[in-house]
């Protein structure tokens, strides 16, 4: 029932599938904010279940922090997508515009439960929290949103990208998360 009222709260995009939070809405240990779903997200329903949310997972079990202590959610609830020359759909980024429209029901959904710590994985995820300088300035400094811790890490498409599982950008990505759930609000 709350999903569903979540979901209203957000008007149709491109692709008019939603996808709504996911994990502990009481008091979760971290609520992680990506970007935008993407098709397997949408095809799914499901926040984070595509390359990058399986990365994501791996990084959270390798830190430590069990998935039922994690609230999943994207910065806009729908995929944004754009067309190649071929009139394919795919993924874009969402615009600053859309990010402040439909990441309200984001941020409702953070006030209503309460998380430990708030995780912001890329530059869009932060823009909603009014983060607007480079991860590498804001992933190492002690931010709050709204009383709530708030920490800014790789994305990790972006983690993928650079060295996946093996690489330094992994590791730090690893050590960002463990420090962010070592973090609690007061």
């Known amino acids: 029932m709350a999903k569903n009222r979540w979901l209203r709260k957000a008007s149709p995009g491109p692709d008019h599938r939603r996808v709504a939070p996911e994990g502990p809405f009481r008091r979760p240990r971290l609520y992680v904010v990506g970007e935008a779903p993407g098709?397997?997200?949408v095809a799914q329903a499901r926040p984070f279940v595509g390359?990058?949310?399986?990365?994501?997972?791996?990084?959270?079990?390798?830190?430590?922090?069990?998935?039922?202590?994690?609230?999943?959610?994207?910065?806009?609830?729908?995929r944004p997508i754009a067309y190649s020359?071929?009139?394919?759909?795919?993924?874009?980024?969402?615009?600053?515009e859309e990010v402040n429209h439909y990441g309200a029901a984001v941020?409702?959904?953070?006030?209503?439960?309460?998380?430990?710590?708030?995780?912001?994985?890329g530059s869009t995820a932060s823009r909603?929290?009014?983060?607007?300088?480079?991860?590498?300035?804001?992933?190492?400094?002690?931010?709050?949103?709204?009383g709530y811790p708030l920490r800014?890490?790789?994305?990790?498409?972006?983690?993928?990208?650079?060295?996946?599982?093996?690489?330094?950008?992994?590791?730090?990505?690893?050590?960002?998360?463990r420090k962010a759930a070592r973090r609690r609000r007061s």
């Open 39 to 41: 098709a397997e997200e």
């Open 51 to 78: 390359p990058a949310g399986r990365a994501l997972r791996e990084m959270l079990n390798e830190a430590g922090i069990a998935p039922r202590q994690v609230r999943l959610a994207n910065a806009i609830p729908f």
């Open 85 to 96: 020359k071929d009139r394919r759909p795919r993924n874009r980024s969402p615009t600053i």
């Open 107 to 121: 941020l409702s959904d953070i006030r209503r439960s309460r998380p430990g710590v708030i995780v912001a994985l």
């Open 128 to 146: 909603l929290f009014g983060e607007s300088q480079s991860i590498r300035l804001t992933r190492k400094a002690k931010l709050e949103f709204e």
């Open 152 to 177: 800014i890490i790789l994305h990790p498409a972006y983690v993928r990208r650079f060295g996946g599982r093996n690489g330094d950008v992994w590791r730090q990505a690893v050590a960002d998360l």
